[in-house]
T-cell receptor
């Protein structure tokens, strides 16, 4: 079966750095996505990786290792507004998105 | 503002009733999707449409139907609601399914409670 694993919840301090991991087992691979979802709101797109390596976008970076079935989202200089759930999703060989359950990130002052 | 509009925002429904969740996008995206989101689970695809006039079944299609008469609208119908359909429903769209970097834009969601 297809599976996406990510931690259920993480806590970090304002101004610090946090890394959210995602491991996957899917039928084929056409790319990995990270979305942010604030409580009670819609998911919004953060990043896309299809090749191995690090993609940097401001305070957020996303890393992919296809051979290990592994990705992480790195958030730097954490702000209170970063408190949200972070969803990892993989597009399989049928172009269907397989979603993880999300990691709830709690930022403390 | 370009995006996706969903209605209703929330609804309480008696079991056995018929319900249609509306979804309209103004981005001229070809692909549209309906997901449900339940606590502790990832988003699960109910139905999708690659382009106007076509629809396909997702991971959890039973009890739901969709239509895509035009590019903009993609309603989701529950023919006879059951309590297990209590969930938050998200409509989403993307320029082209299967085109690489298939970024989804989501509507604000419809919270449905079936009693």
């Amino acid at each position: 079966g297809q599976n996406i694993d990510q931690p259920t919840e993480m806590t970090a301090t304002e101004g610090a750095i946090v890394q959210i991991n995602c491991t996957y087992q899917t039928s084929g691979f056409n790319g990995l996505f990270w979305y942010q979802q604030h409580a009670g709101e819609a998911p919004t797109f953060l990043s896309y990786n299809v090749l191995d390596g690090l993609e940097e976008k401001g305070r957020f970076s996303s890393f992919l290792s296809r051979s290990k079935g592994y990705s992480y989202l790195l958030l730097k200089e954490l702000q209170m507004k970063d408190s949200a759930s972070y969803l990892c999703a993989v597009e399989d060989s049928n172009y269907q998105l397989i979603w993880g359950a999300g990691t709830k990130l709690i930022i403390k002052p | 503002i370009a995006g996706i509009t969903q209605a209703p925002t929330s609804q309480i429904l008696a079991a056995g009733r018929r319900m249609t969740l509306r979804c309209t996008q103004d981005m001229r995206h070809n692909a549209m999707y309906w997901y449900r989101q339940d606590l502790g689970l990832g988003l699960r695809l109910i139905h999708y449409s690659n382009t106007a006039g076509t629809t396909g079944k997702g991971e959890v299609p039973d009890g739901y139907s969709v239509s895509r008469a035009n590019t903009d609208d993609f309603p989701l119908t529950l023919a006879s609601a059951v309590p297990s359909q209590t969930s938050v429903y998200f409509c989403a769209s993307s320029p082209e399914r299967g085109s690489g970097a298939n970024v989804l834009t989501f509507g604000a969601g419809s919270r449905l409670t079936v009693l």
